[in-house]
């Protein structure tokens, strides 16, 4: 009787520890799948926005303004006035 108690007992603290560990490593899979949504939406909106500049810098009237006005870049006849 005693060994049969003892192998149950055993059995029985076996399957706990298992099952504990199993539902460490559930949340510790959920808290990384949180993690891996979060930086997957970060990802998504700066695709969004290297999109729009793609799509920006195919038009060339865009490019000359925005070389004009971030490199000081002019043509000749172009009045520069910088303004601070």
Known sequence: ???ITS???FLSFMLIH???SDWGEI???NKEIKKLNYEYSSLLEEEEKLSSDVT???DEDYVARYAKEKFLYSQN???ILKID
Do not use: F, P, R, Y
């Open 77 to 79: 006849g172009d009045i």
């Open 27 to 29: 949340l510790d899979n």
């Open 1 to 3: 009787m005693l060994l």
């Open 7 to 9: 192998v149950i007992c």
């Open 18 to 20: 298992s099952v504990a």
């Open 56 to 58: 920006k810098l195919q």
